[in-house]
């Protein structure tokens, strides 16, 4: 494939110093790669600007910047990159000049009235430094390519390094792109977070500190729940499929995950009111330890000590078995005995809901994963702007599209997407009262990828042309139409799909440009819904 990285488990160190890691909070979502330049096509209409695929993204480049075969960094689409290496690049815009280290000699421009030259010696990153998507000349342009002389620049013990050894191929003879947000101890890149209004911020720091005065009433069991893994994007994982690879392809709905789960917690045994007075005394008590742990920490060790001992006599209150456990896609809902009532970030606790509503069908440990579509409860207001997927207001739906099933020996079934649509077609069997509340997933295709495209040759770049087929098929997954379940006009999210019988958890997202840019201008508005919120 053309641009390919590092194998994921190779790292490049310069004099034995780790120089490209992960942080702790990594997402390959939104990461940047070493990377290779490949094939420049022009572009109509410009004698400047020349399109490549880097990775399967589409980027714009001018042709006098780039050559085929040049090794670059790749920052992905709608990430933050680091300001001070913009600054050393002098890469931000004319009205955040100040911000780069040439802003003398380009505010002297500006006086003296040549604005024009000034704006050839900027970039154009805003002071957070985002990188969007962009259209030149009617070219979607995806992420921000960057010279390996610019990082040099920021980080000059890289000038020796040989970057051509990053591209060596894994024991199957294919050469991975390598995921990093980190080089050196500073990070790189990291996951654009837009900016909310102060109202909302002070609503989410009530939320959190709420939540960490409940730490006392932690009521899940580790290992026994799991929230959803990170769907990555398709566009560099297409080395991953065959030929003959059997996947199941289906819609990717825009609303907002939801999970429950039939699963081991900790309840409380009934307790006389004496016995209910002493547990909220040694309650307070560990409040207070919790506290004291980091004001005293020269008598650390005596205070963790006491923190177990109080620990333990709560943990003794309690009996193990099956309960509901319900969770957005980041935050459990019910992770805390007696919490404060909260509502969420919509007003109305949809998740609760629908745990409650699915609860009765499960099995003993299992989970099912969805996505919750259409109105908030009895409100006027959309989970997602514009996309009610058939719903009235006031009214919502929601889709199963993962399911697993914690063993009585300790592992995790996951089950096959075809297994998930014959489970909630069986339920809505039983269970016609379900019909206006949940939904089966949306299977586009299930099959080999061979089969799907027949006519591509397998010799010729055969994963780079599926993935160019799969970006513009209207006539198997309507891509870059708008989204027909929805009464009004707005685009397709996208597709996501899964290989059958995989024995990991995974699966990968191909999103629609038009989305892409529809959530992009969302951003550049402040607008920011519930996923992004909750995520970051």
């Known amino acids: 494939m053309v641009g390919k990285g590092l194998e994921p488990n190779r790292i490049i160190t310069i004099k034995n110093k780790t120089m490209f890691t992960k942080s702790e909070n990594f997402k390959e979502e939104y990461c940047a790669q070493i990377v290779k330049v490949g094939e420049l096509i022009p572009i109509e209409n410009s004698d400047f600007l020349a399109r490549t695929t880097i990775n399967g993204f589409n980027v714009v480049v001018g042709k006098n910047d780039v050559k085929e075969g040049d090794i670059m960094l790749y920052a992905k689409l709608e990430t933050e990159v680091n300001t001070d290496f913009i600054s050393v690049n002098n890469q931000f815009e004319i009205g955040e000049r100040h911000l780069n280290k040439n802003y003398e000699e380009v505010q002297a421009l500006i006086d003296a009235g040549k604005e024009d030259e000034a704006k050839k010696l900027v970039g154009y990153f805003n002071k957070y430094g985002r990188v969007r998507i962009v259209k030149l000349r009617k070219c979607p342009s995806e992420g921000c390519l960057f010279t390996i002389d610019s990082l040099i620049k920021w980080k000059p013990e890289l000038a020796n390094y040989d970057f051509s050894q990053c591209f060596v191929p894994n024991a199957d003879g294919i050469v991975e792109p390598f995921c990093f947000d980190t080089i050196g101890k500073d990070l790189f890149v990291k996951a654009y977070v837009p900016r909310i209004s102060n109202r909302e911020q002070a609503r989410a720091n009530k939320a959190a500190k709420r939540n960490k005065r409940l730490k006392r009433f932690d009521r899940m069991i580790e290992g026994q729940f799991s929230q959803h893994y990170d769907t990555q994007q398709l566009n560099d994982n297409m080395w991953r499929f065959k030929p003959d690879t059997v996947v199941t392809i289906s819609t990717k709905w825009h609303g907002t995950s939801h999970i429950v789960g039939r699963v081991l917690i900790k309840k409380p045994l ?42 333990n006599y709560l943990d003794s209150q309690y009996t193990v078995d099956y309960g509901n456990v319900t969770s957005s896609r980041t935050v459990i809902k019910n992770q805390y005995l007696n919490p404060w009532v909260t509502y969420g970030y919509y007003g109305v606790d949809i998740w609760t809901e629908y745990g409650n509503l699915l609860y009765p069908y499960l099995i003993d440990g299992m989970e099912v994963f969805s996505e919750i579509v259409g109105y908030v409860t009895g409100s006027q207001s959309m989970i997602q702007k514009g996309y009610d997927y058939g719903c009235a207001p006031g009214t919502n739906k929601i889709m199963p599209y993962r399911i697993t099933v914690n063993n009585p020996d300790g592992g995790v079934s996951e089950w096959d997407v075809m297994e998930v649509y014959g489970w909630t077609l069986q339920l809505l069997k039983e269970h016609p009262e379900l019909k206006d509340k949940v939904v089966p997933i949306d299977i586009l295709y299930h099959g080999t990828l061979g089969a799907l495209y027949p006519d591509i040759d397998i010799a010729d770049h055969w994963n780079e042309n599926v993935l160019a087929a799969m970006k ?51 951003y550049d508005a402040g607008e920011v819904d519930v996923e992004t919120a909750q995520a970051y």
């Open 270 to 311: 009934p307790a006389s009111l004496p016995r209910k007075r002493d547990n909220k005394r040694k309650a307070r008590q560990l409040k207070y330890l919790y506290k004291a742990e980091r004001r005293f920490y020269w008598q650390k060790l005596i205070v963790k000590n006491k923190i177990a001992s109080i620990k």
């Open 472 to 522: 513009n098929d209207k006539a198997h997954f309507k891509m870059e139409e708008n989204e027909p379940s929805c009464k009004n006009k707005v685009p397709r999210e996208g597709i996501v799909i899964r290989i059958d019988g995989d024995d990991r958890s995974e699966a990968w997202k191909l999103k629609c440009e038009n989305f892409k840019f529809r959530e992009s201008t969302q």
